[in-house]
């Protein structure tokens, strides 16, 4: 399998290098190799598709389910002790005084998730209160609420 004269073009000069480092799946490669990727922009392309797939392959998406953010909201004010009670978050009208304020934390999804399931500081762990999707839930709302990351 040779080159194609556009790649042949564009292949990096002698000591320039353009890399991506996600391989997920390859019979000539174990995955995670480094690949080197020829052309000008064909490694940003190909790690942008790499991203994708990665994402697409855990589960994620890039929009957020209303019905589970609505349900995030919800358990965060109501759970017992409530998260809105030692901390702020704005979308859910919680001015809680203890634990950090989440809008400036910006917590990501999973950041959020291990907290929930483990507890950290004084916050309590929530595993036995709280069912995975539920905790899944808060997660997704604290992270979209308070504006993480993506």
């Known amino acids: 399998m040779g080159l194609s004269p556009e790649a042949l073009r564009t292949a990096p000069r002698r000591g320039e290098s353009r890399r991506w480092s996600v391989c997920t799946n390859s ?14 922009h064909g490694g940003v392309r190909a790690r942008s598709l790499a991203v ?3 994402l697409l ?12 953010l609505a349900r995030g909201k919800e358990v965060f004010s109501t759970i017992q002790p409530a998260c809105a009670a030692c901390h702020t978050l704005q979308a859910a ?4 005084q203890v634990g950090p304020v989440l809008d400036e934390l910006k917590p990501d999804a999973a950041r959020v998730l291990r907290a929930l399931k483990a507890g950290i500081g004084v916050m309590p762990s929530y595993a036995e209160r709280m069912s995975e999707s539920d905790m899944k839930a808060v997660a997704s709302f604290v992270a979209h609420a308070a504006g993480a990351a993506k």
């Open 27 to 40: 019979t000539a490669r174990q995955p995670g190799t480094v690949i080197e990727a020829p052309g000008g």
């Open 52 to 54: 994708a797939l990665l």
């Open 57 to 68: 392959w855990s589960g994620a998406s890039g929009a957020a389910d209303p019905a589970e």
């Open 93 to 96: 009208g919680a001015e809680g």
